[in-house]
Each structure stands twice: as structure tokens, then as C-alpha cells.
């Protein structure tokens, strides 16, 4: 085993590290949903509701920029002090937010919870991938996956969801009793848990050569230039400004010229912060690539259909604060089976991304075809609850199948590239929703459209996971 293991732990520490980067996952889903419902009654309270959007764009905005730079990093400084000291500044940031008293010191805070966020969240997957061995690591990814939207509890897999359900239902009762600013606090004591753990039990590893280069800042300007840039056309455009006037020629401009520079630069860098040449991989592509699509029916599932059930059916927002229920608890139930599913032959995985393509495709043409205001509420609730299938793989089987044939030395920077793809996936999606629900045309024809053009989308994934993943066994 020691041959395959990048960190050998004893059975207490390795148990206890394992329960950390769960714990971690778990913690950070109900801070980030449970602010997010929160989030509006915090910003009435200070009057500031009209910087609603820039608020919730300049975290994703930093979790993108951060997510690809922490991941090279923590392979080449190593993971420890890293998660660490990045999971504190977190903590430190959302604190400073519930305590805000003006929108702007908001704002501040929360776009910098996204960048620390994307510092320490993709290294739970890596950390779980240095203390287990190729074989142990689907089954404990089933698991990290059920504790975003389930709890651990030792043992069988967990039934009992509680992650994704409980940080927005105790943030709303929070909100609902005057107590909006409380939801920033209620992670602390965990987070500190983890803090504890990380520091007593996982030592700090470097697990790719330091070339002695410095640090590729040029690269780092370029992907936080050219990113922002983009982000303000596509969310910006035609709401503060004309995406043809001068400014949004300019931004459209500068960002894609940006990329393009990136990218080009990247490829020939010595050390460079976003990893280009791991698309060399083939099974790295195609994770990447499900994993950005499949956002697609994520963000619809979460928002849109939420919309369409309030607006166009005029479903109440308790009723539709459930629609999404369905999926997380299938998800929770799921997401450790499928861990053990691919765990037992690599033949599986073929299997997985044809399920994952297939489980977000028909909810959202069946909604694309079928749902209409007069529809049943069970129409979203069968459809989520597929969805939810689909989720559970997307979850699960992405970064155990990019390591079949990644360097142990690139784990950290693949899985930083897996949760950029994830926020890029969700820009690429709001910007394409808005230019739809921005088409004059009514909701309900706007919203079919959104799900028909996301369903091929995860059409694609399916054709990805049929065509694209051979049959054939893991090595050991």
C-alpha cells in the first residue's frame, strides 16, 4: 500500500484528516448557502439591497480566480499550511461581513471569502488523495460528496441530508426572527475544528519539484484581468451599461485577447499558476469538460426553475424553496454508492458519465417541452429528483477518474483547474440565461429556451461518457 499512499498516517490520524476534509466541505456549504439566504435581509437591514448583484458576482468572481492558482500552489509549497491559513482568512472574512454596516465593507468581505474560499476548498479532494490509495479514494469522494448535502455518521453511507438543507433552512429561520447576521457565525466552531485537526494530524508535504522559479505573477495578472473582464461584460452588460457601447466593446476585448495571451503564456511558463498543460490528459479533459457542462444543470435546478415555479406558475417561495429537496437527498443517498460503484472497476466510469449526461439532460427537456404555468408542481419534483442521480456522479466521479492517469505531483493543480471549470461552467450559465431573459421575449418562452439550450448541453456529457471513456481496469 505504502507504494501507493503519497502520505503514510497512522489508522487514527488518517481517519481523523479524512473526517476534517469532510467536516470542511460539509461546513463551507452551510456558511455559503446559509449566507446567501441571509445575504438580502443583511443588506436591507444596512440599505444597501441595490449592490445585490455585485455582491453575489464578486465571490464567484474570486472563487474562479482563486481556485486554478491555489491548486498549483499547494502541490508545489504543499497543502497544509495552505488549507490552513486560507481556511482562517475564511472564516476571518465571512465574520467580517455579518458584522458589516456598510454595504461596501460587505462587498469587500464577502468577495474576499470567495478567493480564500477557493484556496482551501478543492484541497479537501487532494488532501483525501495523499493519505488513501487509488483504490480507497472513489469511496471516500462518495463520502465527501453525501457531506455537502448529508452528514457523516460513520459506518453505511448517510441517509439523513443535512449540508446543502440545513445551512439555508437555519439561515432562514435566523433571518425570519430578526437574527440575519448570525448566519456569518454559526461555521466558526467547526472551521476551528478543522484548523485543529489539519495542524496536529496532516503534515506538510511538497509533492512537485520547486524548480526554483519565481512566481509566475505575470501569469497570475493576466488570469485576474482577463477573467474580471469578461465577468463585467457577461453580468454587467446591459444592466449598468450597452454591451456594444465603447466600454463593452472594450471589455469584451480585453478578455478574450487576455485568454488567449493567458493561455499561450501559461504553455511555456516554468512554474506557471494555471496548469495549460494538464488538457495533455485525457481523462483530465474530459472531467473538466462534464464537470463545466454539468454546472449547467446545476445553476438551473437551483435558480431557474425557482423562478419559472414563482413567476410563470405562481407557486408560493415556500413551495419553491422545496423544488431542489428531491435532488439533494437523492444526492446525499447516492453520492457513496456511486463512489463504491466506480471503485470496484474502471469500467464504471463509463457507466457514471453516461447516468450523469443523461440524469441532467431529460429534467431539462422535459421542462423545455413540457412544464407550462398550468403544470403540476410533481412535474419539478420527479424531474430533480433524476437530477439529483446526475448530481451525485458529477460530485464522485470526476476527480478519482482524472487520477488514473495524473501525476501524483499535479493532483492539487487538477483539482483547482475541476473547481475552476465548476465557477466558469456558472458564469458561462448566467450570462446566457440573461441574455435570453433579456430578449423582450415573455418568461416562460425565455426560461424554455434556457432549459433547451442547457439540455444539449448535458446531451453532450452523455456523447462525452458513451464515446469518450474507454472500458478498462484501474491500475493499482
Keep these: 500500500m505504502a507504494g501507493n499512499v503519497n502520505i503514510e498516517l497512522d489508522n487514527r490520524k488518517k481517519g ?39 455582491v453575489t458576482v464578486f465571490s464567484s468572481v474570486g472563487l474562479m480566480i482563486a481556485s486554478p492558482v491555489a491548486g498549483k500552489f499547494s502541490d508545489t509549497l504543499g497543502r497544509k499550511w495552505l488549507t490552513v491559513i486560507s481556511l482562517a482568512a475564511y472564516l476571518v472574512c465571512v465574520a467580517g461581513g455579518g458584522l458589516a454596516r456598510n454595504g461596501w465593507v460587505l462587498l469587500v468581505c464577502w468577495g474576499l471569502s470567495g478567493i480564500c474560499g477557493g484556496f482551501f476548498i478543492s484541497s479537501a479532494f487532494s488532501i483525501i488523495a495523499d493519505v488513501t490509495d487509488m483504490k480507497e479514494r472513489p469511496k471516500y469522494y462518495g463520502y465527501l460528496a453525501t457531506a455537502s448535502a448529508g452528514g457523516m455518521r460513520g459506518g453505511p453511507p448517510p441517509r439523513i441530508p443535512v449540508g446543502m438543507l440545513a445551512g439555508p433552512l437555519l439561515a432562514g429561520i435566523l433571518a425570519d426572527m430578526g437574527m440575519a447576521r448570525a448566519a456569518y457565525f454559526v461555521g466558526i466552531p467547526l472551521g476551528i475544528v478543522v484548523i485543529a485537526i489539519y495542524v496536529t494530524c496532516y503534515p506538510n508535504k511538497k509533492m512537485a519539484v520547486h524548480t526554483g522559479s519565481k512566481v509566475d505573477f505575470a501569469g497570475l495578472i493576466l488570469l485576474i484581468v482577463s477573467i474580471c473582464s469578461l465577468v463585467a461584460y457577461l453580468n454587467f452588460g446591459n444592466v449598468m451599461f450597452p454591451r456594444k457601447s465603447p466600454l463593452g466593446m472594450a471589455l469584451l476585448a480585453v478578455g478574450i485577447l487576455g485568454l488567449a495571451a493567458l493561455v499561450i503564456y501559461e504553455y511555456r511558463a516554468e512554474n506557471p499558476v494555471i496548469s495549460v498543460k494538464l488538457f495533455r490528459f485525457k481523462e483530465f479533459r474530459i472531467a473538466w469538460i462534464c464537470h463545466l457542462l454539468f454546472t449547467m444543470y446545476v445553476v438551473t435546478a437551483s435558480a431557474y426553475i425557482v423562478l419559472f415555479a414563482q413567476n410563470v406558475m405562481n407557486v408560493s417561495a415556500t413551495v419553491s424553496s422545496t423544488l431542489s429537496m428531491p435532488q439533494t437527498i437523492c444526492s446525499a443517498v447516492l453520492a457513496s454508492f456511486v463512489g463504491m460503484f466506480i471503485a470496484k472497476s474502471r469500467k464504471n466510469y463509463r457507466t457514471a458519465y453516461m447516468i450523469m449526461g443523461l440524469g441532467g439532460a431529460i429534467p431539462l427537456l422535459v421542462w423545455a417541452f413540457f412544464l407550462k404555468p398550468d403544470s403540476s408542481v410533481l412535474v419539478i419534483y420527479g424531474m430533480t429528483l433524476l437530477g439529483g442521480v446526475a448530481y451525485a456522479c458529477d460530485q464522485v466521479i470526476n476527480t478519482p477518474f482524472l487520477q488514473t492517469t495524473m501525476p501524483k505531483e499535479n493532483y492539487g493543480a487538477a483539482q483547482g483547474m475541476i473547481a475552476f471549470a465548476g465557477s466558469a461552467g456558472g458564469t458561462i450559465c448566467g450570462a446566457v440565461a440573461g441574455a435570453f431573459l433579456n430578449s423582450g421575449a415573455p418568461m416562460e418562452q425565455s426560461l424554455s429556451r434556457i432549459y433547451l439550450v442547457f439540455g444539449i448541453c448535458l446531451a453532450v456529457v452523455f456523447a462525452i461518457g458513451l464515446l469518450g471513456v474507454k472500458n478498462q481496469e484501474v491500475k493499482a
Design 16 to 54: 481523523l484528516v479524512i473526517a476534517a476534509c469532510i467536516i470542511m466541505y460539509f461546513n463551507y456549504m452551510v456558511i455559503n448557502l446559509g449566507c446567501g439566504v441571509a445575504l438580502p435581509r443583511l443588506l436591507t437591514e444596512i440599505n444597501a439591497m441595490s449592490i445585490y448583484a455585485v
